[in-house]
């Protein structure tokens, strides 16, 4: 499933009536006979019979008179209000209105929130529906003041239940969502694709339950690369997850060394080494001072450890393994700096570098400039990103899509912008949007397990699958460890090992995912 920019959305309806020859009229039929669909299913006749239209004075007005009208088909009893003069409408949003008039619907013209606020007082929340279609996608400033301001609050205060067409209007991935108001509707009927507006920066949580309509645009035009963001899905993966061989042992299923973990720290190397394990690698190994290796192996047996002093004397199992883990749980000091460019300078295999072992490269970004033959993925969630990159944190939270990938293709590397959507980058610039995980996952230790699945996913599979793949499925099945760890334990109560300990469910329940998002 792609994910699009407004302006994406915008050129592709170009192409689809200018290029394939599918009228603008159709599209916005397609559009509003889908949302209709939704609507009758989520608030059947019986229940809802009044609906009134708030149509704004472009293209999304006109697919919310679309909508009214069909469902006065349905039975519904439509009342259109306007929030400008509707004989000034132009296109397809007047040849709509054209049809209503001549239908002899029920419409008026709102020229201030207390109008609005009257009209809508005489009518009950428990039978009436209001259907959101001011503004869409094409919205390029935040809306802090006039008319439309003013309707919003008046909407969003009131108890009816809302849909909204396309987007709740207000939201644009053009504007900071720190600015300005939008409605909050309890359903989106988005069209085509889902946008990026509708995900970030945690705009899913004002957008209600979202529903992606297909208004007919060509496939072919949509799987055009420059079209760069998809959302992930087990199906983009299932070839990593078919069942093994027989006759497979050990040495062949990958062997994943950790660096990582410190006298203050050491549940950090844990809980990454044992990541590696139970994400399919064969072998993990932690590199751990003196101090801590008992207390590592008494946790896990499993953990083979070799001590600080031997790697960084010779570093020599870096040419014995198939990936290595460094950062978690580090710290931040001149040894942890020196293991880095250590790993980063001798390596042979792919990189993983998270924690502290970004953290250490604030000052010393040139690191990651060198040539190097192996792949390098990095796992920052914003603050960590701001500091490599030089970039602002609410930058990097408003446009996490853009900073990912603005750094993975200046320095040649994956990343995994952590988050409530993950962002997905790699060197050329692809993005993948993970649609697994929950606010549980905000615990220490969460990001710990999910560099270690990263590790051993890698470990097991990088010699015969892309990494771009191989971080789609550690990822997603990351976020469906912490899913299932939620609904055992609750949001607030899960810690970090409860994911590691749900990672073997996820990997067993991953083809039963069902989206949150509903694609009609």
Known sequence: MKVLFSQWMRDLDFKTISEAGIPSIVLMENASRGAVAVIRNKFPVDHFPNVIILAGPGNNGGDGIAVGR?????????????????????????????????????????????????????????????IDAIFGIGLKRAIVEGIYFEVINVINKMEFKIVSIDVPSGLSDVIPPSKGICVEPDI??????LKSALLFPDDRKRSGEVFVIDIGVPVKYLNDQKYFIEMSEPSSFSSLLKKRESGLHKGKTGHGLVVAGSDDKPGAAILSSVAVLKSGAGLSTCVVSSKNRDMIIRSYPEIMTVSEEAFEKTGSILNKVDCVLAGPGMGVNAQTEKLVEKIISQSIVPVVL?????????????????????PLIITPHPRELSRISGKKVEEIVNDPVNMARDFSKKYRLYTVLKGHYSVISSPEGRIIINQTGNPGMATAGSGDVLAGMITGMISQFGKNFPIFTILQAAVFIHGLAG?????????????ASDILENIPDAFLSVNDFRSEFKFT
């Open 354 to 374: 998270d924690a502290d072992a970004l953290n250490v490269l604030g000052n010393r970004i040139s690191i990651l400039e060198r040539e190097r033959e192996y």
């Open 188 to 193: 989106t009927t988005t069209f085509q694709t």
């Open 70 to 130: 069909a469902l006065a088909q349905s039975g519904y009893d439509p009342l259109f209000l306007f929030m400008s003069n509707p004989e000034g409408l132009s296109g397809d949003a007047l040849v709509n209105f054209k049809i209503i008039r001549n239908l002899e619907l029920k419409y008026s013209e709102v020229s201030s929130s207390d109008e609005l606020e009257k009209i809508l007082g005489t009518f009950s929340c428990d039978n009436t529906l209001l």
């Open 483 to 495: 899913d299932i760890a939620a609904s055992l334990k609750g949001e607030s109560s899960m810690i």
